[in-house]
């Protein structure tokens, strides 16, 4: 297999890669002319030494020769294909992606190697691990703990029985059904269910039941509420039209 070796370069994009950084300038701003000609001077002095000179290095010559005619020369409208200055800064682009790649490559044989600067442990140890608890707790820790299990068993949850409890949904049916049959002013009590007077708890739940329901019945223009005075009985009527 042939190798060409031209003063320890690996291809002629590498050797532009080189005179290029001789302008000491941005590669995208690398001005490709005096690159050809660093080029082509460096190739022609390889030649007069290597005549075996590799042929991709002079199709690189010759490819440069052309880019830089082609920039030299007016721009022909019939010329089909990129213009010289696409190929230009394409062949910069290039030359900053291979700089990119060379830098990644040298911080990666920067780091440390395994066998070389960094070594494996050698026979593996076992890991031994003891777990020791120590608890921690006075009295009141353990009063609380037993209060806590205790309340926990005993907490059942609250249910009432609603047999006893007039809702305010039955309140309003019944006073809608009998406003409309009531005379001038009526007593608040007159509304109350039958039955409902015989348990004190029964009579405080229907009495409430039906009060907030003829507030209701107020709020909605339906009826009128009166009190003449302080802890005075509780009239309503049917709102006139």
Known sequence: MLRVDVSGFEGPLDLLLTLSRMQKVDLMQVSVLDLADQYLAFVEQARAL??????????????LAFLK????????????????????AHLAFQLERL???????????????LGHQ???????EAITRNRKVAWRSSLIDLMRAYARLRTREEFRPYAFDRKDVFT?????????????????WTMLATFLPEGWDGD????RSATAATFAATLELARQGRIELRQTETFAPITIRRRKE
Do not use: C, K, N
């Not at 290597?50 to 490819?63: G, K, N, P, Q």
């Not at 960094?118 to 593996?124: L, M, S, T």
């Open 50 to 63: 290597r005549i075996e000179l590799a042929a991709d290095y002079l199709v690189m010559a010759a490819w």
């Open 69 to 88: 005619s082609r920039l030299l020369l007016p721009p022909d409208p019939e010329t089909e294909g990129p213009s010289a200055e696409d190929m230009a």
């Open 200 to 203: 004190p708890s029964r009579l």
């Open 168 to 184: 305010m949904e039955q309140a309003l049916e019944r006073v809608r059904g009998m406003i409309g049959y009531a005379g001038d």
């Open 118 to 124: 960094r070594f494996a442990r050698g026979a593996p």
């Open 99 to 113: 700089q990119a790649m060379r830098d990644a490559a040298a911080r990666l044989m920067a780091r440390d190697r």
